[in-house]
């Protein structure tokens, strides 16, 4: 069985730094995109970055400039640094990562969600 582990969420003052990470584990032969998504209160789900396997990024226009996505493919690992944070940055951060088990076809996976919260 696959899943996605995130961890690195909590609480920081404006202007600060975040580091969220998401590991995938279990039965896994591929993993292509891997990427980062946030919901606010109220809000939809939106894209806030991805990265190939090949490492080519894409980000929100929202976040550009202050976030950095990256990827370990030796650890299934994706990371997402997040600088001078805003109050609108406060969301819940799902990974999410297109996977392909052992002996099964490519589909998507999410992570559960962890909560980064931006105030003074």
């Known amino acids: 069985q696959v899943q996605l582990v995130e961890s690195g969420g909590g609480l920081v003052q404006p202007g600060g730094s975040l580091r969220v990470s998401c590991a995938a584990s279990g039965r896994i032969f591929n993993i292509n995109n891997m990427g980062w998504y946030r919901q606010g209160p109220g809000k939809q789900r939106e894209l806030v970055a991805d990265i190939t396997r090949g490492g080519r990024t894409n980000y929100a226009d929202s976040v550009k400039g202050r976030f950095t996505i990256s990827r370990d493919t030796t650890k299934n690992t994706v990371y997402l640094q997040m600088n001078s944070l805003k109050p609108e940055d406060t969301a819940v951060y799902y990974c999410?990562?297109?996977?392909?088990?052992?002996?099964?076809?490519?589909?998507?996976?999410w992570g559960q969600g962890t909560q980064v919260t931006v105030s003074s």
């Open positions: 999410n990562a297109m996977i392909t088990p052992r002996g099964e076809y490519e589909h998507a996976y």
